[in-house]
């Protein structure tokens, strides 16, 4: 979660990422194709990663929140966590937008809980063929 090289693991609204020098990640918005940037501040000894996101390198703000609690504290097996993703609904953001990115996150869930459980790596798929019907 604090990896901007494995951001694109799991990220599914912000697609053909690329980490700059100074760790800066820049993306591609799906829906609409806008470039988005994304700094990621994690702070482990909270458990918490907070993900800074903006039209504009110099214009991010602190949008979405991951926690990682340990099982344990929910009654759960220690080799366990819950992942708790918060998202902040910026003033103009309407209906529309805003359920695309509720969408997308609950999809990201998704996949971080199987790159957990299974270590899958999609990015190690060969490209697919044009006209191949994948």
């Known amino acids: 979660m604090t990896d901007p090289g494995k951001m694109d693991l799991w990220s599914f609204g912000t697609w053909r990422v690329s980490v700059k020098s100074d760790g800066l990640v820049v993306g591609t918005a799906i829906y609409d194709g806008a470039q988005v940037f994304v700094r990621i ?15 504009a390198a ?12 340990p099982g344990t504290v929910i ?13 902040l ?5 309407d209906e529309t937008r805003w359920s ?6 609950a999809l990201e869930v998704e996949l971080i809980k199987s790159l957990v ?13 044009p006209g191949s019907g994948v």
């Open 117 to 129: 459980e299974t270590g899958f790596d999609h990015r190690a798929l060969p490209p697919s063929e």
């Open 58 to 69: 110099d214009n991010l703000q602190p949008r979405i929140s991951v926690r990682v609690t």
């Open 75 to 87: 009654g759960a097996p220690r080799d366990s966590c819950l992942l708790t993703m918060t998202a």
């Open 100 to 105: 695309r990115l509720t969408q997308a996150h």
């Open 41 to 55: 501040e994690p702070h482990p000894a909270r458990l918490l990663v907070d993900y800074q996101v903006g039209s």
């Open 89 to 93: 609904r910026v003033d103009g953001m």
